[in-house]
Structures are given as structure tokens and as C-alpha cells.
């Protein structure tokens, strides 16, 4: 105690220059808004980096806690994915326009059976009657046609390929609108027979063909392939096309099935007109 | 004439002259004297340190309370109060000061007053000034106000010690 009164008695020139000046300060912070200001963002500054610092350390603690949080989250979104739910939910729709009607109904379907190899190719999709596919319904990928619904069950359905000889197309030049019919000539998966246009047509390497909506199954202006070769054999009043598809069927897993809500309509007015 | 009532005196005519003229004194905003510190460049050798870090204070208070600056002038002031003992040490005279003198023109000639002033107004204005802006960032400013200051306070308070202490 004495000695501590004997440093202030001998420092005390020093003690009240510090006890003044700190007083000056205090009321300069509390007083002026700049330099309160100025003080509050300097000590946040440092406040904030020692926090900073103090949390880089602690995080470590608690990173296996953390590790399971954002585990559980990690499940819970992807419980709530799309993917999870796409096999069993049918996801089409169809909505009332006084001005446009819907003609065509696209639903999802994936192949699950598919062969390239055969003379007679077929597909077959994971979805059927209960989600609204019928027969002679289209089947398309966003590069092209795929094929036709030939019979349904249930829960699956299968589609004569465009890749069966069985399937014939009617199909158009997008240019010119010329149309004839576009089969495949089992010789290569890639590779399909246009047949039909007629000899004056002009077909350049390169040309779209889409499919031409005559008959009552694909939409039109679907596209098919573009044109590979153009074989001419003399004599004929119509040429071949070779046409290379714009599917690779070896490659697609899902797909589009088209319906035509206007087809019984349009078939039965067909038939009208030709009894 | 008493020296307590002189200094009550001067410390007045200083504050107000400071208030009532200098402070409207603004050119450009690098000239800003401050003269009143004279008052405590003019304070008496024998005055107790404590009494002189008080009266610094409330000298830089009273200027404080004008300008609408708290505690600004009032720091600076301290500081140059504390610092005033430790310059006066280091430009004694051989022979120490006499006893009933005061540190002006008067006594010891314009080369020791000249130096003393420099050294403290040269510390007031630098707490002053780097207070005043509370920060370092844009420091050239801040020296610029220093040196100008400087200059135009060590200017007045030298004409004012020829003016009024002619002998």
C-alpha cells in the first residue's frame, strides 16, 4: 500500500495526464456522432476479427455435429427430388384455353426394354393403361420420332421402333413440303429409306425430314433425320432417300408418348368421307 | 499586477479572441489557427504539474464548448500541458530559469521562445489534427493541416509576444 501510494505520488504527473486524457476521449466519443462513428466501426472491426478468429478454431469442434446436420439435410432433400418420385406419378395435365385447344397430350415414359439388332425391333416403356397410354400413340424423344404404341397393359407398353420394316412413316422434306413415306431398311440402326418423292425434287445433303402429319398419329413437323444420300435409280419416277436419323437408338432411355386428343374425331370424319 | 489575475485575464481575452475571430478564420480548410494555446505557453515556471494539466484542460474545454468540438481542444491541450515540463527541461538555460519569470519573448529572447513554441504547438496541432480526423487513412491531408496551422499559429503568437511585451 505504501509503495503503491509512494509510484502514484511520484508518478502522478503521468497519472493525471493519462486520467485526463482518457476522460477528453470519452466525452469526444460520447459527444461528437464522426468520431462515436469512427470508434464504433474501428473497435467492431476488431471485435468482429478476434471473433472471427475465436469461431475458425471452434468450428473445428463442432464439425462432426455439423457433418450429421447437413447429412440429414442432405437426405431430406433428396427425399423431396424429382427423381424420386418419377416412376409411380404421371405428370401430365391438361389445362382449358378459349382460344387455343390442346390437341396434344405429352406424357413421360422410359424404355426399359430396347433393341437395335433385329429385323423386327420393339420397345418397350414402364408406363400403360393406368397411365394413359393407348395404342397408336406416338412416341418421341426431343431429337426425333421413336416409334408407335402397338399394344398396352396395365403398367407397360410396348412400340413397334422405327427401326421395324413394319413401320412406315409419312414423312416430308421440311423445305418443300414434297412428302412420302420413311421406312427402315434393317440394314443399319443409323440409317433409314425415304421413299416416294418424285424425280424433279431437288435434295441437297443436309435437308430436314420431318414428319408430315397425314396420318393420325405423330404431330407434324416432328423430326425424323436429315438427308445422308440421295440414290436415284434410273427409270423410276421417284427417287430414294437416305436418311440419317436424328435418334440414336442405341442410345435414348427416355421418351415422349403423343396423344391426339382430336383423333377419334378426325378418324371418324376419315371414314365418313370415304363410305 | 497579480499574476494569478493576469492569467485569469489572458486565459479570457485568448478564448475569446480564438472563438470570436480565429475560428471563422477558414481558408481552404488547412488554415485553422489556434492561438490560445499561448496561454499555456505563457503559464508560469513554478506552477504545479497537476495544476497545469488542470487549467490545460479546462482552456481546451472552454474552446471545446464554442466550437461544439467536446473533448477535442481538451485532449490536445492535456497533451500539450504534459509535454510542457519535459520541453522546458530539455531547453534550460545553463543556469536554470529565475525565479518570477514566465516562458516568453520577454525573458529569454525569440531563438528559446521560437524553439519552445515550435515544439509545443507542433504537438498540440498534431494530437489536434490527427483527433480531429480519428483516423490515419488520408494522413497527407492531416500533415498539410499540420504544417499550415503550424505555421500561421506560430506566426500570430510570436506578433502577439512583440506587440505586448515590448521592453
Redesign the interface.
Given at each position: 500500500m505504501k509503495n503503491l501510494l509512494h509510484f502514484i505520488v511520484r508518478f502522478h504527473f503521468t497519472i493525471l495526464f493519462i486520467v485526463f486524457e482518457i476522460f477528453c476521449l470519452l466525452l469526444l466519443v460520447n459527444y461528437n456522432n464522426y468520431q462515436k462513428s469512427q470508434f464504433l466501426n474501428s473497435s467492431n472491426a476488431i471485435s468482429g476479427g478476434i471473433y472471427q478468429k475465436v469461431s475458425s478454431v471452434t468450428d473445428y469442434l463442432s464439425l462432426a455435429r455439423t457433418n450429421e446436420e447437413l447429412n440429414r439435410e442432405n437426405v431430406r432433400l433428396r427425399n423431396l427430388l424429382k427423381s424420386s418420385y418419377s416412376l409411380s406419378a404421371d405428370s401430365s395435365f391438361t389445362f382449358t384455353d378459349t382460344l387455343y385447344k390442346q390437341q396434344y397430350i405429352y406424357r413421360t415414359a422410359k424404355i426399359i426394354n430396347n433393341s437395335v439388332n433385329k429385323q423386327l425391333n420393339y420397345i418397350t416403356l414402364n408406363k400403360g393403361k393406368v397411365h394413359g397410354i393407348e395404342r397408336e400413340m406416338a412416341v418421341v424423344t426431343d431429337n426425333g420420332v421413336v416409334g408407335v404404341v402397338k399394344s398396352v397393359s396395365e403398367n407397360f407398353s410396348s412400340v413397334i421402333s422405327l427401326l421395324n420394316n413394319r413401320l412406315r412413316v409419312s414423312a416430308k422434306l421440311k423445305g418443300n413440303n414434297y412428302h412420302g413415306s420413311l421406312t427402315w431398311d434393317g440394314v443399319d440402326y443409323r440409317k433409314a429409306l425415304l421413299k416416294d418423292i418424285p424425280f424433279h425434287v431437288n435434295i441437297a445433303k443436309g435437308d430436314t425430314i420431318v414428319t408430315s402429319g397425314f396420318s393420325a398419329i405423330f404431330p407434324e413437323g416432328v423430326q425424323l433425320g436429315v438427308v445422308d444420300e440421295v440414290l436415284s435409280s434410273s427409270g423410276s419416277n421417284f427417287q430414294d432417300v437416305k436418311v440419317l436419323l436424328s435418334n440414336d437408338f442405341k442410345s435414348i432411355s427416355y421418351v415422349k408418348v403423343v396423344g391426339d386428343l382430336m383423333k377419334e374425331e378426325r378418324l371418324q370424319l376419315e371414314e365418313e368421307a370415304e363410305e | 499586477m497579480n499574476i494569478i489575475l493576469k492569467n485569469i485575464i489572458r486565459f479570457v481575452v485568448l478564448v475569446l479572441i480564438q472563438v470570436a475571430i480565429l475560428n471563422n478564420i477558414q481558408v481552404s480548410g488547412f488554415v485553422n489557427p489556434y492561438m490560445y494555446i499561448l496561454f499555456i505557453l505563457l503559464l508560469p515556471f513554478e506552477i504545479p504539474?497537476?495544476l497545469l494539466?488542470v487549467l490545460s484542460?479546462f482552456l481546451?474545454f472552454s474552446i471545446d464548448i464554442f466550437s461544439g468540438?467536446?473533448?477535442?481542444h481538451?485532449?490536445a491541450c492535456?497533451?500539450m500541458?504534459?509535454i510542457r515540463?519535459y520541453i522546458l527541461n530539455y531547453l534550460s538555460l545553463r543556469d536554470g530559469y529565475e525565479v518570477g519569470t514566465y516562458p516568453g519573448i520577454a525573458h529569454f529572447g525569440f531563438a528559446w521562445f521560437f524553439k519552445y513554441a515550435l515544439t509545443l504547438i507542433v504537438a498540440h496541432h498534431t494530437f489536434l489534427f490527427v483527433?480531429e480526423a480519428?483516423?490515419f487513412a488520408n494522413f497527407s491531408e492531416t500533415l498539410m493541416r499540420i504544417i499550415f496551422s503550424t505555421f500561421f499559429t506560430l506566426t500570430l503568437i510570436i506578433t502577439s509576444q512583440f506587440l505586448m511585451f515590448k521592453k
Open positions: - | 504539474n497537476w494539466l484542460f481546451g468540438t467536446v473533448g477535442m481538451a485532449s492535456v497533451f500541458g504534459y515540463p483527433i480519428f483516423s
